[in-house]
């Protein structure tokens, strides 16, 4: 059984930093593709950063860009996503996720198989 859980979510001001972690188990994760999505208050879920199976490529969408990191550990099955120059329109869960496929566009929520339960972050002004 798939199990991805995300942490490090909490509550930091703006300008703040933190890290947040989603640890994979049940099933090998070194050959697929990770991501992270958001999901603000009465907002939809939405595509935040990508890492490749192999590490080599990421991607961002273009508000986080310069801000956050995204990284993975293959000897702990963990993605994680580091977070810098937070800002309060940052507020949102955040959930990982894991594409085994890769046959679909990346920021396309139904390119992912698995998800996490989600971890809160929320930035104050």
């Known amino acids: 059984q798939v199990r991805l859980v995300e942490s490090g979510g909490g509550l930091v001001q703006a300008g703040g930093s933190l890290r947040l972690s989603c640890a994979a188990s049940?099933?090998?994760?070194?050959?697929?593709?990770m991501g992270w999505f958001r999901q603000g208050p009465g907002k939809e879920r939405d595509f935040v950063a990508r890492?490749?199976?192999?590490?080599?490529?990421?991607y961002y969408t273009d508000s986080v860009k310069g801000r956050f990191t995204i990284s993975r550990d293959y000897a702990k099955n963990t993605v994680y996503l580091q977070m810098n120059s937070l800002k309060p329109e940052d507020t949102a869960v955040y959930y990982c996720?894991?594409?085994?496929?890769?046959?679909?566009?990346?920021?396309?929520?139904?390119?992912?198989?698995?998800w996490g339960q989600g971890t809160q972050v929320t930035v104050s002004s």
């Open positions: 996720a894991v594409d085994f496929a890769g046959s679909r566009p990346f920021t396309d929520q139904k390119a992912y198989d698995y």
């Open positions: 890492i490749s199976w192999s590490g080599g490529t990421t």
């Open positions: 049940g099933r090998t994760f070194g050959t697929s593709a």
